[in-house]
């Protein structure tokens, strides 16, 4: 497979970008050519074309499996596996907000509440640091609560509620702004 100068500039600054959101550089490369091909692609086609070794594609496949992003398709008369990427942006977003919740919001509100618990019985342990640790948990249940709200809205709902930033920013008022 051959790559335009513009395809490969994409994969390679999201293969960048990747590596700002804590992804493997690679993961994301993939993630980048299985978007934007029209096909689904073999690991070899894969390897070739980004110039990667094997192993390393085999592993990022497998990592992007486990992020519901890629699947594996099988071709009539061929065995390897072929794989795909999720190609709606608004699907996209969702899967990885949801993974990233899952994998680390998650685990850190289970803290956060057992950290309330023990604090509430912790003579040693200062009121004030209680306190906020008890805002960091209040803050991350209200993010989790409202991605609950939002996660299974439609992309259409979802865009028309984004469009309206700026309508819900005027609406609250300049004052909110400064509420910290």
């Not at 100068?5 to 590596?19: C, N, S, Y």
């Not at 992007?64 to 699907?91: C, M, N, P, Y």
């Amino acid at each position: 497979m051959t790559l335009s100068p513009t395809a490969q500039k994409f994969i390679l600054h999201w293969g960048e970008m990747g590596t700002r959101w804590g992804v493997n550089r690679t993961v994301a490369q993939i993630h980048a050519l299985l978007y934007l091909s029209e096909r689904a692609l073999t690991a070899d086609e894969i390897v070739e074309t980004l110039g990667v070794a094997r192993s390393n594609v085999s592993n990022s496949l497998k990592e992007l499996q486990s992020w519901k992003l890629v699947r594996i398709t099988h071709v009539l008369g061929d065995r390897r596996d072929h794989f795909t990427a999720l190609q709606d942006v608004w699907e996209i977003f969702r899967v990885i907000i949801e993974e990233r919740k899952r994998r680390e919001i998650d685990p850190t509100m289970t803290v956060l509440r057992e950290c309330a618990i023990e604090g509430s019985h912790d003579a040693e342990l200062d009121p004030a640091m209680l306190a906020r640790m008890q805002t960091v948990l209040d803050f991350l249940e209200m993010l989790s609560g409202t991605f609950q709200d939002y996660q299974h809205l439609s992309p259409q709902t979802l865009q028309r509620l984004l469009s309206m930033g700026g309508k819900i920013v005027r609406f609250l008022g300049p004052g909110d702004k400064e509420a910290s």
